[in-house]
């Protein structure tokens, strides 16, 4: 009577136990992978606009990382700086976009004028488009976040 209560006692735990388990990681369904495993650090751009692009066109950093950018505006008339969101496309209720956190903006700067932002590059990994910002500009470039 003994043995059998103590295998009833085992089975009962282990039926408790395999049912935690369902063979899905039940974590947090939002957590975003990193695909090279490197996070952070602190970068330092330098970018300049004249009247038909940006130099250079295309900048990468790490996600999670500190930014300095100065643009320095060589063109003609006023223009500034931003980052497009970069749709995240989902069915698990996650966000459904990343951006960068507003500081990254550099608001239209007159010609020869250079203005510095400071940000935090986003966790979401991929490539985000930047524009200059002046009217109907068509002058963009590439952020590619590793």
Do not use: W
């Amino acid at each position: 009577m003994r043995i059998e209560r103590i295998v009833a006692a085992c089975s009962i735990g282990l039926l408790v136990l395999l049912t935690g388990c369902s063979g899905e990681d039940e974590g947090n369904k939002c957590e975003l992978e990193d695909a090279d495993g490197i996070i952070g650090g602190k970068y330092t751009f330098l970018l300049r606009v004249n009247d038909r692009s940006f130099e250079p066109i295309v900048f990468a950093g790490q996600n999670t990382a500190d930014v300095t950018l100065t643009l320095t505006n060589q063109s003609t008339s006023v223009s500034g700086f931003s980052i497009d969101c970069l749709p995240t496309p989902n069915e698990n209720g996650c966000a459904t976009e990343s951006c960068f956190p507003d500081s990254h903006v550099v608001e239209p700067i007159a010609s020869g004028a250079s203005a510095t932002a400071r940000f935090k590059i986003p966790e979401v990994e991929g490539i985000y488009t930047f524009r200059a910002l002046s009217g109907d500009d068509a002058r963009i470039g590439q952020f590619i976040v590793e």
